[in-house]
């Protein structure tokens, strides 16, 4: 009978057995998979295509094989010796330059098997090695070209066809003129159709030619260039767009009296790239459409009534009042000067020895001269305020002299007596003369100068210009 202190030895006893085969299973299992842990590193530590440490001969053949048939098919290679020895191929032979050599070296390279490539290849740069592939080359080319002909003449009368049409239908003028009647609009027009036309022919033409990628690559060349152009060319751009929105808009008409910026004058025409006026002095100037449409324009013939105004001033201890009205009455009765809107006249400003009154009238410029109108009728108001008993006042100086009684007995100076000259009977004819050729009425005339226009009329009926002028368009 066993005793509970056996039972449990033997229980230890197995224990231990049991664990000591666990243990000597893991031992073994470690030791198996020491070799193949070593293997995996090695493996990830070598490069990929790892060199054989005993190639065998038949590989070698093989090798050569392959690349002396791959030279046998390229003329330019024919010369060459392949050679393999483990792997490595040696290339020996001849090649008219080093582009030839680079090139073979390159296909023996990419041969499977191959480890290395020896370059032995001698360049020899010979002129007619060099020469006779650049003939090939272009002989092929030409017969490409003459195989290609016929096609290429489809192509061309194609593109003929079309830009021929084109530039019938764009020359149409009468056309253009209906569809819109801005001159300048119809000019655009036929150079739109003109140009369509063309690029539809060109795209036609490549298209029977196969061409479409070079037809992408034209069409992005233009892109590009066109975007440059436009960057170098703005000023002229924006000009001629400018133009075209001037003959839209018609800002003003030819023959009008006109204020663009600082620059006065009647205009004379407006072209596609500037608008001509001739000053008040008879000048020509010639301004930038795109500075016209960018400006102030002030146009004085739009409205025929134009106000004109001056100013007078009478003494301080004269009434205010009185003399507005001496000189509207005196106003009033001039002829060129318009009923309604009647003329009014303020009190201006107040100064420490006069009253400046400012009177205001209208004109019609169609029947007087602003000018003229204005001048006659300042010397009404002051012979009407003067007649009055108005006073005009004088400026006032006061002059101070510092010097003693002895200063003046000095500096005393006996007075000449003024020496009087008969005018001669030359000098009182002369002045008869002038005063008999001027004649009231032509010192009071008011009537408006015309010699402006006449030269601006004179020179639009000579002068063969372009005028995107037109007065059938509604004004702006």
């Known amino acids: 009978m066993r005793t509970p202190e056996i039972r449990l030895q033997q229980r230890l006893g197995a224990i231990v057995a049991v664990n000591g085969r666990l243990l000597l299973a893991l031992i073994l299992t470690l030791t198996a998979c020491i070799p193949s842990l070593a293997l995996a590193q090695q493996s990830e530590t070598e490069p990929a295509g790892a060199i054989s440490l005993q190639p065998g001969a038949d590989s070698d053949a093989l090798i050569a094989e392959r690349i002396a048939s791959i030279f046998n098919q390229i003329p330019q ?126 795209i036609l033409a490549l298209n029977i030619l196969g061409a479409t990628a070079l037809m992408g690559t034209l069409l992005g060349g233009a892109g590009v260039l066109g975007l440059a152009i436009s960057f170098a060319v703005k000023d002229s751009m924006e000009n001629y767009i400018s133009s075209i929105m001037l003959s839209i808009r018609q800002p003003f008409r030819a023959q009008e009296h006109v ?31 795109a500075t016209v449409f960018k400006a102030v324009i002030l146009n004085y013939t739009r409205n025929p009534q134009r106000r004109f105004d001056f100013v007078l001033g009478v003494d301080a201890e004269d009434d205010p009042a009185q003399a507005i009205q001496t000189g509207l ?114 010192v009071l005339n008011v009537r408006p100068d015309t010699t402006i226009s006449r030269q601006v009329h004179e020179e639009r009926r000579e002068a063969a210009v372009e005028d995107l002028l037109d007065d059938t368009r509604p004004i702006e």
């Open 77 to 202: 290679f024919e010369s060459l010796q392949v050679t393999v020895n483990s792997g490595v191929v040696a290339l020996s032979g001849q090649t008219a330059n080093d582009t030839q050599a680079q090139r073979a070296l390159s296909l023996a390279s990419r041969v499977e098997g191959a480890i290395a490539v020896d370059d032995r290849v001698v360049r020899t740069l010979d002129l007619q090695d060099n020469l006779n592939p650049l003939w090939d080359s272009l002989q092929n080319t030409l017969r490409g070209w003459i195989r290609a002909l016929p096609l290429l003449l489809v192509a061309f009368a194609v593109f003929a066809v079309v830009a021929f049409a084109g530039h019938r239908l764009a020359g149409h003028t009468p056309l253009w003129s209906r569809l819109t009647r801005n001159p300048f609009l119809a000019e655009l027009a036929g150079h739109a159709v003109r140009l369509i036309t063309i690029l539809l022919g060109l």
């Open 259 to 289: 204020v663009i910026n600082d620059y006065e004058g009647v205009v004379v025409r407006l072209t596609s790239r500037s608008t001509v006026l001739m000053t008040l002095d008879g000048n020509h100037l010639r301004i930038p459409n």
């Open 329 to 442: 009455a005196a106003i009033q009765q001039l002829d060129w000067v318009l009923a309604d809107p009647e003329p009014h006249g303020i009190i201006e400003s107040v100064g420490d020895s006069n009253i400046l009154i400012k009177f205001m009238a209208w004109i019609d410029q169609r029947e007087s001269d602003y000018g003229k109108a204005r001048s006659l009728s300042i010397r009404a108001a002051k012979n009407a305020l003067e007649s009055e008993g108005f006073t005009l006042p004088e400026p006032i100086y006061r002059l101070r002299f510092d010097q003693t009684p002895a200063t003046l007995a000095v500096n005393e100076v006996p007075e000449m007596p003024a020496k009087t000259e008969e005018p001669s009977s030359g000098a009182t004819g002369s002045t008869t003369s002038a005063n008999t050729n001027s004649s009231p009425d032509e």
